[in-house]
């Protein structure tokens, strides 16, 4: 039962993405964003709930990736095609193929450097490129406008589609982005983030669109702060990795000579 657990948040992750879709057919939308949203959920918590039982597995991380790329990937695609772009047949479908290509192909990625060690990015915390869930969220972002203030403007299928196919590109971009690992509030700061969390709880049961559009245009925001933080993190990881050292006398001392530690 301990591998039944995660994988089966797994499956319930990937049947609220494809219900989404099935909300989405029927032409409701706020229903369609919600399911995926909840896909999300779901998916930040199988993977917890595998390391909390110690059943991770192979099988159970191929099935996440299966899953997340139809829920993160598809789903979202077909709803902002069937919410707007289907005004634009040709380039509002390219735009929601190539959003559901790039998912796919930063899961692929990621899967294949699962056994690589040497990846810059993850020894230095950060993650390469946006997440697919939160690819999802972002690609949202124009819904959340729509649906809280009702204005058509938000849903201009060109807008739509250039905003589809930026957030493709940064999934499967090299850019650095935050992880959970390098946000790391001061002491003195840490009863403030709880009450913070509160807050956003609260925010997203009274005004829950309103909210979507906050949290994603701070994590918008995090993006530049996420490049600078590696810029400067990135010279101490090269001079760490250098395998040899010069001494004073022109003579190359080796790398675990004691002067090379940090």
């Known amino acids: ?6 994988n089966a948040i797994t499956a319930a992750a990937l049947c609220s993405g494809l219900t989404g879709i099935r909300f989405a057919i029927g032409g409701d939308f706020d229903r369609a964003v919600q399911a995926v949203i909840l896909a ?7 993977g917890r709930a595998a ?29 902002v095609y069937l919410w707007t772009l289907h005004q634009l047949p ?4 390219i735009a929601a193929l190539a959003f559901a290509i790039c998912c796919v192909l ?18 230095a915390g950060f993650l390469t490129g946006v997440p697919a869930p939160l690819g999802a969220g972002m ?19 060109l807008i739509v589609a250039a905003w589809v196919a930026l957030v493709a590109v940064l999934m499967i971009s090299s850019v650095p982005t935050l992880s959970w690992q390098r946000l790391r509030p001061p002491p003195g700061m840490r009863i403030a983030v709880i009450a913070l969390a509160g807050l956003v709880v609260a925010a997203l049961l009274t005004e829950p669109w309103l909210t979507l559009v906050a949290v994603t245009l701070v994590y918008i925001a995090l993006i530049p702060v996420g ?30 000579d004691e002067r090379t530690q940090p």
């Open 139 to 157: 690609a949202f972002l124009p819904m959340y406008l729509w649906i809280a203030s009702g204005r058509p403007e938000f849903a201009q299928p």
């Open 227 to 256: 490049l600078a933080s590696y810029a400067r993190v990135k010279p101490r990881m090269k001079a760490a990795a250098t395998p040899a050292s010069a001494d004073p006398y022109g003579d190359v001392l080796p790398a675990s």
């Open 106 to 123: 930063r899961l692929a990625r990621f899967n294949s450097r699962l056994d690589i060690f040497d990846q810059p990015h993850k020894a």
């Open 51 to 79: 390391r909390l039982l110690k059943a991770q597995t192979r099988f159970g991380a191929e099935l996440d990736s299966l899953a997340d790329a139809i829920s993160f990937g598809v789903a979202p695609a077909l709803i």
């Open 40 to 46: 999300g959920v779901l998916d930040g918590l199988d």
């Open 90 to 93: 040709s380039l509002g479908w």
């Open 1 to 6: 039962m301990r591998a039944v657990v995660p």
